[in-house]
């Protein structure tokens, strides 16, 4: 693989990592999760679940790698939308 893929699929990761600590770090500080979407967050841990697993079969520990981390902030922010969110 050429120095330019793995920089741009590390840089894709890194972001993918990164995208969920603005939204761990809102519902956190302000004790509220009304607002998150459980539906898209169930979909997202899915995903995740289902890359880690695809990661597995192909023996690719940089996918492995890449999306425990998206599935642990997932689950993070699943967790926080079941403890701290509003129910109307």
Known sequence: MSQIANIVGTAAAVCSMV???PQIVKIWRERDASSVSLR???VTFTGFALWTAYGFLT???PVIGANLVCLGLAAIILALKWRL???N
């Open 40 to 42: 898209m967050y169930v």
């Open 85 to 87: 969110g509003r129910h």
């Open 19 to 21: 995208s969920f600590t």
């Open 59 to 61: 023996g690719s520990w």
